[in-house]
């Protein structure tokens, strides 16, 4: 009789025990497999230290048209000149880090903050800018543009 | 005391004789005074003359002789007429001696040579044979006067003609320099400057109280006194010398002030040598103060965009109907400072309420309020979108997207701070709108990487502790069972 009493005093706090135990278990597989997913899912960012870069199709810029593209952590105006003849120009201007753009009608780069001029190559020839802008490497391989830092 | 006498005037006679046969003795100027020719009819009133100097100082040869065999003997010394590097070289035996020339003045300088072989007159000519110049180029060989004798080629008035005689030959300087202009003394005779010294004032600046007399530099040579980085001294040479132009009526104190504005720090302190100095405003040759309707032009060939905006906005006219002058308004002229965001609106140190008060101009008065209250805005978002940057960052968190939206607002800040030359304010909302959207991205791209840090620190905490429970439970559940088997 008194060991009928225990069984079923015992019983509830047994299965209480298991349930806690299968929610506790399923509990530590997800802070297992939560980083797990969390890793396996690409960042937002790209990477800071970039060397080189697909920027894409030969066909995605015009000839004559400009694009300004990420390479890391800065900006790049990558320019059609012909078929398959592209330059690439570190885009923040050189006198107060602006973002300067392609003028297609004079054929310079321009920088909207004080007017700054460079010519295609990137030299400075108008305008408060000090310094040429940073030239970079483009190539065409399989119809893909790559741009690259020159070292 | 018969005799004291007759001694003394015996003295007095041979004392006055020997100077007549000295006179007498310069044989060569006599002969040459007889033949009436130029060099001796110069030499008459040639300072050397005066001093005691013969033709044969610089000629050589035996002047006491009236024998032309004899006195113009090489055997003698006799060198005939100098050329070249000679003719310097002669002149500097005296001039380049110090102790023969305290005889004539003590404050005399002795390096003139040396002076003009570092110059660029002192390189070679182009025919090879020697320097370029010689002193007799621009000081004559025979009837050479004092620099302050108002005859001399060198004195004040005549500087400009005497240099001119090269520099304004085209044929002769496109042999050394074709790129160099040969109008100068024209110019020169359109600039304050020149008008005056064409009047006979010999205090005027000309040719050689920019350029040097003897050490003579291009423009380009750190050493010349018109490099660029030395431009505001040598203007302020009599441009600050209260005394010296206490007849001129205009101040003195610009040098002052040019250093400490913008322009001044950066040539002076940065070594900056695109900064404006004194002729990028007020010209070189042509030096004269801009007029009132120029000044945007002039201050436009660096600020261009500003000058554009500017010209095409509503102040253009108003400035001119009022004969303001267009950026001295606002910013002065040698004391221009950085022009900070203070500068506009309508408190302390805004220049705004200069003439828009609220009382006489309510829309103006408030568009710079409006135009200052929303840059004030953009730049404290800017701070702030710095500020959280930096928190997210000493997190550890990766923040590069946000970095590189923050270069958005800061394009932004100055781009309004061009825009605003065009006072239209709704074109400069535009602008700040761009900059506070990308701020707004900035600040929520940071505060959603804090929120990452926040959520991986509790994160933590949870998973230790479901670590710590389920450590707990499995300890209770294998006791249960080690307490079934012994049942």
């Known amino acids: 009789m008194t060991q009928e009493i225990?069984?079923?005093?015992?019983?509830?706090?047994?299965?209480?025990?298991?349930?806690?135990?299968?929610?506790?278990?399923?509990?530590?597989?997800l802070i297992v497999f939560y980083p797990v997913f969390s890793f396996m899912k690409p960042p937002k960012q790209r990477e800071v230290e970039v060397t080189s870069l697909k920027i894409g199709n030969v066909d995605d810029i015009e000839i004559g048209d400009s694009k300004i593209i990420r390479f890391g952590n800065k900006p790049v105006i990558v320019i059609r000149n012909g078929k398959e003849d592209f330059s690439a120009l570190s885009a923040t201007c050189t006198h107060l880090d602006c973002t300067v753009q392609y003028k297609k009608d004079e054929s310079v780069i321009w920088c909207a903050c004080h007017n700054g001029k460079y010519d295609l190559t990137g030299r400075n020839i108008s305008g408060p800018p000090p310094r040429p802008l940073e030239k970079f490497k483009a190539d065409v391989k399989n119809n893909e543009i790559i741009i690259s830092k020159i070292v | 005391m018969k005799n004291i006498l007759s001694k003394y005037i015996f003295v007095i006679f041979c004392l006055i004789f020997s100077q007549i046969t000295n006179a007498k003795t310069d044989e060569c100027f006599n002969c040459h005074s007889g033949l009436d020719d130029s060099p001796s009819?110069?030499?008459?009133?040639d300072i050397h003359q005066k001093v005691g100097l013969s033709c044969s100082s610089c000629h050589g040869g035996d002047n006491t002789s009236d024998d032309m065999e004899i006195s113009m003997d090489k055997k003698n010394g006799f060198l005939g007429i100098p050329s070249q590097n000679k003719i310097s070289e002669i002149c500097a035996k005296c001039h380049s001696d110090i102790e023969n020339m305290k005889k004539y003045r003590t404050d005399?300088?002795?390096?003139?040579?040396?002076?003009?072989?570092?110059?660029?007159?002192?390189?070679?000519?182009?025919d090879g044979k020697g320097m370029i110049l010689q002193c007799t180029t621009c000081h004559n060989a025979h009837g050479i006067k004092k620099v302050t004798d108002s005859g001399s080629l060198?004195?004040?008035?005549?500087?400009?003609n005497t240099c001119?005689?090269?520099?304004g030959d085209i044929n002769y300087m496109r042999k050394y320099n074709p790129g160099l202009s040969v109008d100068q003394l024209a110019k020169y005779r359109e600039s304050k400057h020149g008008k005056l010294n064409l009047k006979g004032n010999r205090k005027v600046a000309q040719c050689a109280s920019c350029h040097g007399s003897h050490a003579v530099f291009t423009s380009k040579d750190v050493r010349s006194k018109v490099y660029p980085l030395n431009i505001p001294e040598t203007c302020s040479t009599c441009h600050s010398d209260k005394e010296y132009m206490k007849e001129s009526?205009?101040?003195?104190?610009?040098?002052?002030?040019?250093?400490?504005?913008?322009?001044?720090?950066?040539?002076?302190?940065?070594?900056?040598i695109s900064a404006p100095v004194c002729n990028s405003c007020h010209g070189n040759h042509a030096a004269t103060p801009p007029g009132i309707s120029s000044i945007s032009k002039i201050c436009g060939t660096c600020h261009a965009l500003n000058a554009e905006l500017f010209g095409n906005s509503p102040h253009k006219k108003v400035f001119d109907e009022n004969n303001y002058p267009e950026c001295e308004t606002c910013h002065g002229n040698h004391l221009i400072l950085v022009a900070r965001d203070q500068l506009l609106g309508v408190n302390e140190g805004a220049v705004c309420a200069k003439c828009h008060t609220e009382e006489k101009n309510p829309k103006g008065f408030k568009a710079a309020v409006k135009m200052r209250a929303l840059i004030d805005s953009l730049v404290v978002l800017d701070s702030i979108s710095r500020r959280q940057i930096f928190i997210a960052e000493q997190k550890g968190m990766e923040v590069e997207e946000a970095k590189f939206k923050l270069r958005d607002v800061h394009q932004a800040e100055l781009e309004a701070r061009t825009v605003v030359h065009a006072f239209d304010a709704e074109k400069f909302s535009e602008i700040i709108n761009k900059g506070v959207n990308a701020s707004n991205e900035v600040i929520s791209e940071a505060n959603s990487q804090v929120d990452?840090?926040?959520f991986r620190r509790y994160g933590l905490v949870v998973a230790v502790l479901i670590i710590s429970l389920l450590a707990l439970l499995l300890y209770f559940q294998i006791k249960r069972i080690e307490a079934k088997q012994n049942l």
């Open chain 2, 249 to 272: 009526n205009i101040p003195t104190d610009q040098f002052e002030k040019y250093k400490k504005s913008v322009h001044g720090v950066a040539l002076f302190e940065k070594k900056d």
């Open chain 2, 154 to 160: 060198v004195y004040p008035t005549n500087i400009p």
């Open chain 2, 452 to 454: 990452e840090y926040y």
């Open chain 1, 6 to 29: 225990q069984k079923e005093k015992v019983q509830p706090r047994r299965d209480f025990l298991k349930y806690l135990l299968s929610s506790v278990t399923a509990g530590f597989g």
């Open chain 2, 41 to 45: 009819k110069l030499f008459k009133n």
């Open chain 2, 108 to 126: 005399i300088s002795t390096g003139q040579l040396e002076e003009l072989k570092k110059s660029v007159h002192g390189a070679i000519a182009v």
């Open chain 2, 164 to 167: 001119n005689k090269c520099h």
